[in-house]
């Protein structure tokens, strides 16, 4: 059974789409339970100043990715990189101990947006080098 | 102020059913006047022996069977557990080999894992992509030491009937002994144990609007079955719910008296919400034989759209539906009929109950499909036109 708060995430999830103007994107897939997670952050001066998310998962999934994403905004990009499961949990409120691995999975697709971001970075200064 | 009376659109009688008016009537007089014991020898214990009795004969009546082959248990689970621990085990001395098929209740494939720990060598054999399980895998499967047989008159999570009496026969030719599971035909489709050469099979009472807390298990009277659980009284010891049971027999009478007339109305409000979901939703398909299927259900994909979200959506809004297996433990039948993942989860079950109406069919696609919208555009797995640019 899921906690009142986040079924009223579930029912209304905040920064669901697409980010056009996404500076990285990480696409996790759980190899388990094939649930996908798809994160595009934008960051400006080394701070994320906007985050949306894809889900392909149940209840729970779309809203840690509500809570996660509200989370990011406004947080340095080294801030962001450190974000435990713990943290998502306690902004969430409650969740069954089943379904927890879907924090670490979130924070996965984190990981993945902010590398896509460094490696785009490095490409542009390659590029600029040269 | 008065409430508003929230509206209910109940489609998972696969998991449960109300209690008919008429059932409950006759499980009343149980509780406060017929409250006996039906094995003490007192009047009030014959009395309620009598109900049992009754119970046991409208039982037998719907499915050819004798009264003394029918035992009552507390639920389906128990009665599958039973069939197969307790036919393997007793029958062991001639030999240790079971088959089962893969898109069988977990009761029964929880079962076989024990017999294997237990020496037994079990096999489980595979279906095709409508569920339908392979005659010809069986039929390669039977060796010198098989000694039972266990397939499902219908699958319960995707509706497909099997070829019952071929796979009975194709059994008894060999004297093994042959269980199928019928909880989920009972009621939807006739059942003849004098025509089709069964041994065992078990029977749910509460999807046929019985109550719950009972299941029975037809065992033919040369049959041999150790005893699940230990105690006084019979190959089924312990102190019979004799409400339930009674309200079972009434039940499986209704359901059987009825049952073409009430199947036929089923299937057609069935056909019309499927239909009606394929018109105004894209990408939606069928789990699950097309015709060889009970009446009452209906397993679709619809893509990209994760089922458990979609369960929930629906229940915000009174609809009832139900998706078999989770994330972490998917549907061994749709492994079985070899869905992708994404289908596996995609995947929603309705099963029609009797009073749910077209009108109830318009209200629930009409909702359907604003949430399916809704999660569609969550969803990764579809990519909107301004991803494909």
Redesign the interface.
Known sequence: MYSKKL?EL??D?HN???L?SASGVG?YEDE???????LYIKIENETVVDASF??????A??AVMSVLTDMLKNKSLEDAKKLEDKQLLEELGSLEA?KRYLLEDALNSVKLAVEDYEKKLEKESKKKKK | MEETKKRVVYLDTANATYVNREVLQEMMPTFNSCYGNPDSIHSVGRTARELVEIAKRRIAMAISAEPREIYFTSGVAEANNWAILGLARANKSKGNHVIVSKVEDKSILLACKQLEKEGFEVSYIGCDENGVVSLAQLMGSIKQNTILVSVNVANGEVGTIQNLNAIARTVKEKDIIFHCDASWALGNMPLDVKSIPIDAMTLASDNIYGPKGVAGLYLKKSVEIESFILGEGGKRPDHMNVPAVVGFGKAVELATKEIMVSSHKTKLVRDYLYKSIKEKIENVSLNGHQYQRIANNLNITID?V?A??LM?MLD?EGICASVCGT??EPSETLIAMKRT??QI?SSIRFTVARNVTREDVDYVVEKMVDMVKKLR?????RK?S??AK
Request: glycine share 10%; proline share 7%; hydrophobic share 30%.
């Open positions: 079924l579930f029912r999830p669901v789409g697409i056009q696409v388990k339970t094939h649930e996908i997670f798809k894809k889900v392909y998962s149940g209840v999934g779309i089943g | 990209c994760d458990e979200a929930y915000e994330r972490l993942p994404e989860y555009e969550i969803s990764p797995l909107s301004k991803e």
